[in-house]
């Protein structure tokens, strides 16, 4: 096995790294240090596609952000992400290059991606890891597991395989809430591009040695890409302050909720009924089918507490709820509760909240 | 000519969220209460297939689950939505099986059902993830397994079809909306756009993404995980929950996976199978409870604004705000 942690980076239509493949390196960087016996590990940046130039100019910003190395696979059938090639490009390399880690942040692409180039390897893989501990020289991965309310601690039995890790955003680094995309992204500098540490691995299907001639592998043709939900709910992953809002509170409650969490600096969350009601898109559902959400401050409005959403917030550090009904389970799992009006205390709150800041 | 459709929806037996396995407010399992029902997401996949056998009749539903004897009951349950048959893969062999050795049990138990039955699986659903373990990763490790293509985290799905007389034209990308057609009428069908260089009967799949949603056109055969989508799932048939509490279940042994002669693309050899807990990649070291230790401060006041005023001293004077 190589002393090497690979981390899979993914980037925007603009070629720019996301803040979730910065905030990967930096968790490398944590691994890296975790696992280290003698020999330090290297960490590389993965980076798949079509367009050389890109590609490599994607791994100098991977280098400048913590990556020792970068190692860039091109070929024509990268060009779109396809878990079908992606995963048989990676596969092939890791299998000749034998590194000790692959790691993957947990966005739609590395949930797609991730288990099926574990298959491909016949590797094990721990999914949605929140921290990673040392203990008697074995490395343990801790995951949730039960909807958030048992912490498993696994371990890999084989040591000479290739083990593949998915990273839940905003997690990792001692109590399982550490990184934020803000720190590592302070991390990276305009360091000098390191142009020798760049490797470059073309790749075409067809040279697999590792398939019986004439099976081609099949990708689903992608027709379309509806509109995003261009809104703060992509941020809520790594949000600080979350206001969210559920059955209790309406159209019009969304407009107080979207207004404290622009005082707040904050995203807009909200439950299963709201984005069933569709008075806000799905990218803003916390809770056992949406996000797992982790702020510093989690202020709720009309949000009863069901299980399937507090899963979503439980590991918030600080939950406000505002519920008009004073048994709603939702206190059960608060620091702070008010019993009324949504469309009463919002107000009252925003307003106090401007006057204390004068 | 639209193809004859054959579904397998894979499904797991996992403990009812909320009930039995705990209490969020006292962080403790009651396990008296644990109650094993269908894991949730299975159920959207099952949504799915009778939502495509509504469209074309002729699609057989097949349910498949790995687990203990009592996993049977998820299968009637499969069976009372619409279900023809269940298979279960139970052995005391592969008890502990890890979810590499499940997916590959799986794929070769999707082949077993091919063979028995005398049909080619078009497409294998499955929910995008349990309420258990969690892991979201038995979908796409199956796909690999049995070498087909994949989407995952689906929010619905629909049937495609070339037109008639379209030919070949090879693969290339296709972008913008030219592609997708309006469905009108009950029976017509979208179709599939030109230039995929995919051939006959294929499947329309919407795809949850932060990104903005996708929608890919899948050929057969392909694996789907489902998430949940806006549509409510329906309610078993009393009459099919009677005759699927009287049906006898195939079950599938160690024996019947890793003795038949399986082979294809992906599919493992059956010295590599890794069933039981002496062969999974992944060791359990210790589940722990995580405890919700809130100390709750619940302000009852009549006027809103006192009631603020001491919540934002509050969270002022702890510097949370």
């Given at each position: 096995m190589k002393k090497e942690i690979w981390a899979y980076l993914e980037t925007d239509s603009r070629g720019e790294l996301l803040s979730s493949s910065k905030e990967l390196l930096a968790k490398a960087g944590i691994i890296a240090a975790t696992a280290e016996e003698e020999e330090k590990y290297l960490i590389c940046a993965l980076l798949a596609g079509a367009e050389h130039d890109v590609l490599e100019n994607t791994a100098e910003k991977a280098l400048g952000a913590g990556a020792d190395k970068a190692v860039l696979i091109e070929g024509?059938?990268?060009?779109v992400y396809s878990a079908e090639f992606y995963s048989d490009a990676i596969g092939r390399l890791a299998g000749t290059e034998k590194p000790k880690m692959i790691l993957f942040e947990r966005t739609t692409d590395g949930m797609d991606l991730a288990p099926r180039l574990a298959a491909r390897l016949q590797a094990g893989m721990i999914s949605d890891c929140v921290d990673l501990v040392r203990e008697g020289g074995k490395l343990l991965w801790i995951r949730h597991a039960f909807g958030g309310t048992a912490a498993v601690s696994v371990s890999f039995r084989e040591q000479e395989r290739t083990q593949i890790i998915s990273i839940r955003p905003g997690s990792f680094g001692?109590?399982?809430?550490?990184?934020?995309?803000a720190e590592p992204a302070g991390m990276v500098?305009?360091?000098?591009?390191?142009?020798?540490?760049i490797t470059i691995k073309p790749y075409k299907s067809?040279?697999?040695?590792?398939r019986a001639a004439g099976e081609k592998i099949v990708r689903p043709a992608l027709l379309e890409v509806l509109?995003?939900?261009?809104?703060?709910?992509?941020d809520l992953g790594t949000a600080n302050v979350i206001v969210a809002g559920g059955n209790g509170a309406g159209p019009e409650g969304f407009k107080l909720i979207e207004e404290l969490a622009d005082l707040l600096h904050g995203a807009v969350g909200a439950s299963r009924v709201a984005v069933d009601k569709g008075w806000?898109?799905?990218?803003h559902l916390i809770g056992q089918s949406g996000i797992t959400v982790t702020p510093d401050l989690y202020i709720n409005c009309g949000?009863?507490?069901?299980v399937q959403h507090i899963v979503g917030m439980r590991d918030a550090k600080c939950v406000v709820s505002i519920n008009?009904?004073?048994?709603?389970?939702?206190f059960n799992v608060s620091d702070y509760g008010i019993v009324g009006n949504l469309h009463k205390i919002l107000p009252a709150l925003i307003a106090e909240i401007r006057r204390h800041r004068g | 000519m639209l193809q004859l459709m054959n579904i397998i929806v894979c499904v797991k037996q996992t403990p009812e969220a909320g009930r039995g396995?705990?209490?969020?407010?006292?962080?403790?399992?009651?396990?008296?209460?644990?109650k094993q029902l269908i894991n949730p997401f299975d159920l959207y996949a099952m949504e799915a297939a009778l939502r495509v056998q509504e469209k074309a009749p002729d699609t057989r539903i097949i349910a498949l689950s790995m687990g203990p004897?009592?996993?049977a009951s998820v299968l009637r349950d499969c069976i009372g939505l619409g279900a023809e048959n269940g298979y279960l893969v139970c052995d005391?062999?592969?008890?502990?099986?890890?979810v590499r050795g499940t997916a590959q049990i799986l794929a070769r138990a999707v082949r077993v059902i091919e063979k028995r039955e005398g049909i080619r699986a078009d497409a294998v659903f499955c929910g995008a993830?349990?309420?258990?373990?969690?892991?979201?990763?038995l979908g796409p490790e199956l796909a690999q397994f049995l070498g087909v293509p994949q989407v995952t985290y689906a929010l619905h799905c629909s049937l495609m079809q070339t037109p008639e007389?379209?030919?070949?034209t090879g693969q290339q990308e296709v972008t913008g909306r030219t592609g997708l057609q309006e469905v009108?009428?009950?029976t017509s069908l979208k179709e599939v756009p030109a230039g995929t260089g995919i051939q006959g009967t294929a499947l329309c799949v919407e795809k949850e993404d932060d990104r903005g949603n996708r929608i890919y056109c899948l050929p057969l055969p392909c694996l789907v995980t489902f998430t949940k989508a806006s549509f409510q799932v329906r309610y078993p048939l009393i009459a099919r929950i009677l005759e699927a509490e009287s049906m006898e279940l195939p079950v599938l042994s160690a024996g019947d996976i890793l003795a038949e002669n399986l082979t294809g693309h992906g599919i493992s050899e059956e010295n590599s199978v890794k069933a039981g807990p002496d062969k999974a990649a992944m060791q359990v070291q210790e589940v722990e409870l995580r405890k919700m230790d809130k100390q709750s401060q619940i302000i009852e006041d009549p006027d809103p604004v006192k009631a603020v005023t001491v919540l934002a001293q509050r969270l002022f004077s702890e510097g949370i705000l």
């Open positions: 024509d059938e990268l060009a001692g109590s399982g809430r550490g990184i934020k995309a500098q305009d360091a000098p591009g390191k142009k020798g540490a067809a040279d697999s040695g590792s509109e995003a939900a261009a809104d703060r709910g992509a806000i898109s799905h990218a949000i009863s507490g069901s008009k009904d004073p048994k709603a389970l939702i | 396995e705990m209490n969020p407010a006292a962080g403790t399992v009651d396990r008296t209460s644990q004897a009592s996993a005391p062999a592969f008890a502990g099986t890890d993830k349990t309420v258990d373990g969690g892991t979201s990763m007389g379209q030919e070949e009108s009428g009950e």
